[in-house]
């Protein structure tokens, strides 16, 4: 029996070339990756959630900058991270009612 084993050597220098190439690649995905969801996010910058139309409109509310979709039969409201906080501001209990009634919809 011909024992047909192949030994290759890599040195120091060729690992640390192919991890440098590595670190390279990942940045350029994570580049990538960023630009894409930015491009993404302007694309779709004033379409509705709910219809999917290009219908947003910005209506200011007690400070609030709010998105509501002005599309015939939706009507959808968005609503930011923390912006129905600052709307319900000063509401005593006001913001865990309507927190439960809507969370209520998903059970």
């Known amino acids: 029996m011909i024992n047909d084993r192949v030994i290759i050597k890599v040195s120091d220098e060729d690992l640390h070339f192919r991890e440098e190439e590595k670190k390279q690649i990942e ?14 996010s302007e694309a779709h910058k004033n379409h509705c ?12 509310h007690k ?13 959808a409201v968005h609503l930011d991270p ?11 209990g006001a913001f ?7 969370f209520s919809v998903f059970k």
């Open 27 to 40: 940045k350029l995905r994570a580049v990538a990756a960023k630009e894409a969801d930015e491009a993404y």
């Open 63 to 75: 400070n609030v900058k709010i998105d509501i979709c002005i599309n015939e039969g939706c009507g």
């Open 96 to 102: 865990n009612k309507v927190k439960i009634s809507i």
């Open 49 to 60: 959630f709910r219809c999917g139309t290009h219908s947003l409109v910005e209506v200011d």
């Open 82 to 92: 923390g912006e129905m906080e600052k709307i319900l501001e000063g509401e005593k």
